[in-house]
T-cell receptor, first 113, second 111 residues
Framework: DVKVTQSSRYLVKRTGEKVFLECVQD?????MFWYRQDPGLGLRLIYF???????EKGDIPEGYSVSREKKERFSLILESASTNQTSMYLC????????????FGNGTRLTVT | GQQLNQSPQSMFIQEGEDVSMNCTSS?????WLWYKQDPGEGPVLLIA?????ELTSNGRLTAQFGITRKDSFLNISASIPSDVGIYFC???????????FGGGTRLMVKP
């Protein structure tokens, strides 16, 4: 089974802090994704990466950046956290650029106070 | 990206009842996926649909890829308490494109 692991289940940070959300997958997938999930809005894509050191903006990249130094690890960075970034963050991976399904981690619930 | 219109947003049903939910779009999709998210967990794939008109079952779950390619339906028969969670539809236009997600249907089942 594919395993996508997010390092933290819950995080509480202060406004203005730099925040790192880490994600690791163990199936050698090329593609990794970061989504945020908000009630009624479903999942919205923040950034994705289709290879090491490659990144592409998703639908809502403002206020975020990402890093993919190794194939198995994809980090989401909030340069200066704001209260409107309080949300559930989901990491996902999939093999190749085809129609194979996404495999999700268990999520990180971030609260910015 | 365009979000899919998923309905209903929430449902509160009695155990044993059947459930239907759907997703619609003004655009054509070539793949439809249905995910379930248990409380405190990430979404898990339930059913994948790859061809217009396709009807696929997974236990008590049945999903259909609409013939127009602009919609998909998920039915759950004889609901049980562990069906509780949020169900998401997702569509993919072409290989290499990103998934577009619906807003989710929150299902609550009363024992």
């Amino acid at each position: 089974d594919v395993k996508v692991t997010q390092s933290s289940r819950y995080l509480v940070k202060r406004t203005g802090e730099k925040v790192f959300l880490e994600c690791v997958q163990d199936m050698d997938h090329e593609n990794m994704f970061w989504y945020r999930q908000d009630p009624g809005l479903g999942l919205r894509l923040i950034y994705f990466s289709y290879d090491v050191k490659m990144k592409e903006k998703g639908d809502i990249p403002e206020g975020y950046s990402v890093s993919r130094e190794k194939k198995e690890r994809f980090s989401l960075i909030l340069e200066s956290a704001s209260t409107n970034q309080t949300s559930m963050y989901l990491c996902a991976s999939r093999v190749g650029l085809n129609n194979s399904p996404l495999h999700f981690g268990n999520g990180t619930r971030l609260t910015v106070t | 990206g365009q979000q899919l219109n998923q309905s209903p947003q929430s449902m509160f049903i009695q155990e044993g009842e059947d459930v239907s939910m759907n997703c619609t779009s003004s655009s054509i999709f070539n793949t439809w996926l249905w995910y379930k998210q248990d409380p405190g967990e990430g979404p898990v794939l339930l059913i994948a649909l790859y061809k217009a008109g396709e009807l696929t079952s997974n236990g008590r779950l049945t999903a259909q890829f609409g013939i127009t390619r602009k919609d998909s339906f998920l039915n759950i028969s004889a609901s049980i308490p562990s069906d509780v969670g949020i169900y998401f539809c997702a569509g993919l236009r072409n290989a290499g494109n990103m998934l577009t997600f619906g807003g989710g249907t929150r299902l609550m089942v009363k024992p």
